[in-house]
């Protein structure tokens, strides 16, 4: 079974969420319980809302990184932009002792596949064009 992108992150998060649930309500029946005088009863609304910050702030997180260009993608995105070329769309980029260098920018698909075509470029290389092109 394949979970498409939306629903990964909802059952992400709600697994998330059930899990803080579970901490917390363990650890407010602990707290609530050994107070003297106290009914030992769960504040259900305060575990609610602490588990729904906790997941938040979780998720928020890991998109956060998620949302960051690779070392591969910033050489190209770095290639592509300050390209003396006008017209440039896309990079070819290789990775040489660990280390993303860019070997060819390119104006079109077609001058793409053209240097693909000619040997000019590395067997292990990776392309960066937009996607209408």
């Given at each position: 079974?394949?979970?498409?992108?939306?629903?990964?992150?909802?059952?992400?998060?709600?697994?998330?969420?059930?899990?803080?649930?579970?901490?917390?309500?363990?650890?407010?029946?602990?707290?609530?319980?050994?107070?003297?005088?106290?009914?030992?009863?769960?504040?259900?609304?305060?575990?609610?809302?602490?588990?729904?910050?906790?997941?938040?702030?979780?998720?928020?997180?890991?998109?956060?990184?998620?949302?960051?260009?690779?070392?591969?993608?910033?050489?190209?995105?770095?290639?592509i932009f300050n390209a003396e070329?006008?017209?440039?769309?896309?990079?070819?980029?290789?990775?040489?002792?660990?280390?993303?260098?860019?070997?060819?920018?390119?104006?079109?698909?077609?001058?793409?596949?053209?240097?693909?075509?000619?040997?000019?470029?590395?067997?292990?290389?990776?392309?960066?064009?937009?996607?209408?092109?």
């Open positions: 079974m394949r979970i498409n992108g939306a629903t990964y992150w909802w059952v992400l998060a709600g697994l998330l969420w059930l899990g803080t649930a579970i901490i917390a309500t363990g650890l407010v029946f602990h707290v609530s319980s050994r107070e003297p005088g106290s009914t030992g009863q769960v504040d259900w609304l305060f575990v609610t809302l602490l588990s729904t910050a906790v997941t938040g702030i979780v998720i928020a997180i890991i998109r956060e990184f998620r949302a960051r260009p690779s070392p591969i993608q910033r050489a190209a995105l770095t290639a070329e006008p017209g440039t769309i896309g990079a070819v980029v290789v990775l040489k002792n660990g280390t993303p260098e860019v070997v060819a920018t390119v104006r079109s698909r077609d001058e793409y596949l053209e240097l693909v075509g000619s040997g000019r470029l590395p067997v292990d290389h990776f392309v960066f064009l937009p996607d209408d092109a």
